[in-house]
């Protein structure tokens, strides 16, 4: 199943202004499935000197807890460039599934990407502006999509590398738990199965993703949406 947190980066030729990058955001999400919610996650970004660190905890409520009691753990951590985020390492853990643990370093002097799982060890040629999946979720922060309909990217989850591809459109208003956000809707082009992302960005509130959609193949959807938020610039 393509997970969920699978999203978004844009190779955007923008100046990043460090100023406009928010010193810290602390997010808080619920995940759900047909409206039942299954787990909450909750994130940290953090800037210091040119660099950031993203750490992601994802717990399970309700019945998933009871039967498939797991904590996710994901960081993310890397330089602030003049592009935004530029990830040196990721790492995804789980407390019980350790065979789906995985880790990418990113070698940027030698443009060799390094991805460690259950798989083995993989060394891949790593393109300009890819990101890890945690860093995606924070790229709009450091680079606005101002001004770009169409996105084209690589993002690793620390086993593959995949090329995805976005459009935009430029004002929606949606409504999560957080509040009624006006935003910036991503979403996949149509593809030959029902399975499609969608993204929303909050547009008053650093571009943080406020709501996130997947259908799978077979149309099943999964919903992240925003519960908390706070922003320290």
């Given at each position: 199943m393509r997970t969920l947190f699978v999203?978004?980066?844009?190779?955007?030729?923008?100046?990043?202004?460090?100023e406009t990058l928010p010193q810290r955001i602390e997010a808080s999400y619920?995940?759900?499935?047909?409206?039942?919610?299954?787990a909450e996650v909750n994130e940290i970004f953090e800037r210091h000197e040119g660099h950031y660190r993203i750490t992601s905890v994802t717990k399970p409520v309700g019945l998933l807890a009871l039967f498939q009691p797991e904590t996710i753990v994901?960081?993310?951590?890397?330089?602030?460039?003049?592009?935004?985020l530029l990830p040196l390492h990721f790492k995804h853990s789980r407390t019980r599934n350790h065979e789906k643990n995985s880790s990418?370093?990113?070698?940027?002097?030698?443009?060799?990407?390094?991805?460690?799982?259950?798989?083995g060890i993989k060394l891949l040629t790593l393109h300009p502006f890819t990101q890890d999946r945690l860093s995606i979720m924070y790229?709009?922060?450091?680079?606005?999509?101002?001004g770009r309909l169409e996105f084209k990217?690589?993002?690793?989850?620390?086993?593959?590398?995949?090329e995805y591809h976005y459009q935009l459109n430029p004002a929606q208003t949606v409504q999560v738990p957080f509040g009624n956000l006006r935003s910036y809707y991503l979403y996949t082009p149509p593809q030959k199965t029902k399975w499609k992302s969608e993204l929303w960005l909050a547009i008053d509130h650093s571009f943080v993703p406020c709501k996130v959609v997947v259908t799978e193949d077979d149309g099943?959807?999964?919903?992240?949406v925003l519960r908390k938020l706070n922003i320290e610039q």
């Open positions: 999203l978004f980066l844009a190779c955007l030729s923008f100046n990043l202004r460090a619920d995940i759900l499935k047909h409206d039942i919610k299954l994901v960081s993310s951590e890397g330089e602030i460039t003049q592009h935004g990418a370093d990113f070698d940027w002097e030698n443009n060799e990407l390094t991805l460690s799982s259950q798989s790229q709009f922060a450091a680079q606005p999509p101002h990217f690589d993002m690793t989850n620390g086993h593959k590398v995949n099943a959807q999964l919903v992240q």
